[in-house]
């Protein structure tokens, strides 16, 4: 019987007390989708998720508009204009609103790196992004099973999977070139399997360049297969209901590239 993600998530916490859609799937036609650097209000305000506050009035309702502000929140961090947390008599008051709970609009899974500081780069303050980091934003079975619970439970509409620039863990398994890593790395390797074969080295290219498209590589690959391990999710995403999206932070201009949402056709009935 195949345990899913969220449950394992549950039983673990039990113990501790408490620009590319997917190949393999079937595609359907999206609705339309805004470009990811338009500035458009952040959206209305969202039904309060079960397990949390009510959110703010600038809070996203949707995938489109989770997306927006991201975009519009990255613009203002590289404009060196951010807006959010720069008022320090605003951290009490923030930190008593969210004793109660919390309803973040969006999920990042990005790299452990501490150069990628997402809710700086996003312009986000507490309590609106759900934020995973596994080196190489390769997210292991805990990480998705926290992803289903933010999307499941608290309600948010966007899964931002989030590279950058200068990784040093796709460097790692670059450089290794398939031979074994030292240490419990194994499962950094085993996290990124496939991304070397997928994205061969051109003799031509200088490894800088080849470093870069790996990296892009990676985020999509990973957003991808978010979806593949997920049931949960993939009805979601498929039913409109959450969008996943590749991304890449460039750390010499602090700028979020962000690729295509993936798109999926309905899964099947896990009664079928």
Partial sequence: MRVLPLLALTAALSLQGQEHEPAAATKAKPKAKPEAHAAAPAGQVATPAAHGP?????????????????????????????????????????????????????????????????????????????????????????????????ADHLGSKLIVVMGHTSCGAVKAIREANGKPLPGNLWALQAGMSGLLESTPHDPNEEAKAHLSRLEEANAKRQAQAILDRSS????????????VVPALYHLDTGKVQFFKPLSLAPAASAHH
């Fill in 232 to 243: 949960l999710l993939h009805e979601k995403v498929a039913a409109e209901q959450l969008w």
């Fill in 54 to 150: 009510a959110p703010s009035a600038d809070t996203p309702d949707s995938p489109s508009a989770a997306l927006t502000e991201l975009a519009t929140g990255n613009a203002r961090f590289v404009a060196g204009k951010r807006v959010r947390t720069l008022d320090t008599g605003h951290d009490v008051a923030m930190r008593a609103a969210l004793v109660g709970g919390q309803s973040p609009f969006a999920i990042v899974i990005t790299c452990s790196d501490s150069r990628v500081p997402d809710a700086l780069v996003f312009d986000q303050e507490a309590g609106r992004l759900f934020t995973i980091r596994e080196a190489g934003n390769a997210p292991d079975l805990q990480g998705i099973a926290s992803a289903e619970y933010a």
